[in-house]
C-alpha cells in the first residue's frame, strides 16, 4: 500500500472507503498505534524485519486509513 490508495471495508452488507494517510514502522512493544483516536479511520498493523537468530520480528509496519465514504 502506499498514501492515498483505497482501502474497502464491508460490514453488514455496507461497504466503507477508506484512503491510506500515514505509512510507519514502531518498536514491537509500542501500543501507541493501538489508541483511540478521534477520527473515523482504521489500522492496519503487520510484524516487520524478522530476525531469524533471535526468531523475533523486530518491527511493525503501521497503515493508518481515514474514512472517505
Known amino acids: 500500500l502506499k498514501i492515498g490508495d483505497r482501502v474497502y471495508l464491508r460490514n453488514n452488507g455496507t461497504q466503507y472507503e477508506y484512503a491510506v494517510t500515514r ?3 514502531v ?3 509500542d501500543l501507541t498505534p493501538l489508541y483511540p ?3 473515523d479511520q ?3 498493523i503487520t510484524c516487520d ?3 531469524f537468530w533471535s526468531n ?3 518491527s511493525r509496519t503501521i497503515v493508518v ?3 472517505i465514504s
Request: charged residues 35%.
Open 56 to 58: 523475533a520480528y523486530e
Open 65 to 67: 486509513a481515514e474514512r
Open 49 to 51: 524485519d524478522y530476525d
Open 27 to 29: 518498536s514491537p512493544d
Open 23 to 25: 505509512i510507519g514502522s
Open 42 to 44: 482504521i489500522t492496519l
Open 37 to 39: 483516536t478521534e477520527l
